[in-house]
């Protein structure tokens, strides 16, 4: 791994593409700082070996250049505060003041810019842009797993304008060799547990993982797709029809690896999607039709449970029923304690996705797994298979 541990920082200016897309309220107060939390070791790691740095990150998605919601103007106070000292800002995220207070930081010092986004280039990759924010540091350093995915200028293309000196920073270290010790080093048994409404989102991830788990947990909406292909009746549940053939193909092939694959037996069914909803237990291949599924049934959290106990590797991604709703949410509450339970007793547990981390969240768990990740759609596509564009790049800089 290209790490910062390996580079002699000091006098350098550090061009670091974080991921600081937060959500902020109508005052523009941050209202969930994992990812400024995540990127503050890499941040320090440069200030205390001597280096400056120079932030960048998008937030949103401006559809047309400059707009006040989206500048990153909003959080100097929050980083400020976060990193006990003083932030500078750049109004431009290139340009004349770029450059002038970019070349002007004195070791130590932190200066953050203006919104990539705000330029179309940015997301088109263009080669052009990329060089001129190359033109702000002496090194360039991705700790911006959440982005990793994309072949942006400042995630993928900007690598090539600093050879010898691009660089992993922490957090994209820590994501990376986690996922590794998850799809290519996993200790046996290993089980994923997949959820999230549906199937489409997922399926290549199922393909992929059938020859490297022992177990396969399906639960969410995208359960009712599995049901239905094999000839139960859901009611009202969500279903893709158009992918029924596909679920049936995922059974028979976890069949012949040996795969366990666990798909509920029970649920929690209402007769509408809201928290008031009058609801019953009822068998999964069973629903009355007009009901549906919102969250797998107590038999279901058993079975799930035990397996899960008794892994030694985990994935998870995707909730198993509609947490968010209080009558909705024991299946994924429990999923998520017996999770911890079993990192508890020396499993390896790797949580990643916004629901599934927002779970975690939520029942107050994220330090009693093994790793949150902080990219969603870069952990899918990594689980996929795929290759990232950022990580790639920084590989071959």
């Known amino acids: 791994m290209k790490s910062i541990d390996l580079y002699n920082l000091k006098g350098k200016r550090a061009l670091i593409r974080v991921d600081f897309n937060v959500p902020l309220d109508e005052q523009f107060q941050i209202t ?11 941040i320090r790691k440069v200030i205390a070996t001597g280096g400056s740095v120079i932030l960048m990150s998008h937030l949103g998605r401006p559809k047309d250049g400059p707009t006040n919601k989206y500048s990153l103007r909003h959080l100097v106070p929050g980083l400020e505060q976060r990193l006990g000292m003083k932030v500078k800002f750049a109004d431009d995220c290139i340009g004349l003041q770029a450059m002038e207070l970019s070349s002007s930081l004195q070791p130590g010092e932190v200066l953050l810019l203006e919104n990539l986004r705000f330029y179309k280039e940015e997301e088109k990759g263009d080669e052009n842009f990329a060089k001129k924010l190359a033109l702000l540091g002496d090194v360039y350093i991705n700790d911006a797993f959440g982005t990793a995915h994309r072949a942006h200028a400042s995630t993928a293309i900007i690598a090539r304008f600093f050879p010898g000196a691009s660089l992993f920073g922490y957090l994209m270290q820590d994501e990376v060799a986690s996922l590794e010790k998850v799809v290519k080093n996993a200790e046996k048994p290993f089980t994923a547990v997949l959820g999230g409404a549906k199937v489409s989102g997922k399926i290549e ?8 788990v ?22 009202k549940s969500l279903v893709e029809d158009d992918l029924l053939e596909t679920a ?37 291949q069973n629903i009355p039709d007009n009901m549906m ?26 909730p198993m029923g509609v947490f968010e709703f209080s009558n909705f949410e024991q299946g994924t509450k429990e999923v998520a304690l017996a999770i911890a339970a079993a990192t508890a007793n020396g499993c390896f547990s790797l949580v990643g996705g916004g629901d599934s981390v927002a779970a975690v969240g939520k029942y107050n768990l994220a330090d009693k797994v093994s790793y949150v990740s902080t990219g969603g759609g870069a952990m899918l596509e990594y689980i996929e298979g795929k290759e990232l564009p950022g990580v790639k790049a920084i590989m071959e800089g």
Do not use: H, Y
């Open 32 to 42: 969930d700082d994992n990812r400024i939390m995540a990127a503050l070791p890499t």
């Open 205 to 212: 991830i199922i393909n992929n993982l059938l020859d490297k």
């Open 214 to 235: 022992d177990n396969l947990i399906i639960g969410g909406g995208m359960m009712f797709t599995f049901v239905k292909a094999m000839g139960g009746d859901v009611g």
């Open 248 to 284: 049936s193909a995922a059974v028979k092939k976890a069949k012949e690896l040996g795969v366990n694959l666990l798909i509920p037996t029970d649920t929690i069914a209402a007769d509408a999607f809201s928290n008031d909803a009058g609801k019953q237990l009822c068998a999964v």
């Open 293 to 318: 599924g919102l969250d797998i049934g107590p038999e279901t959290i058993k079975v799930f449970s035990e397996v899960i106990m008794k892994s030694k590797t985990i994935l998870w991604n995707g």
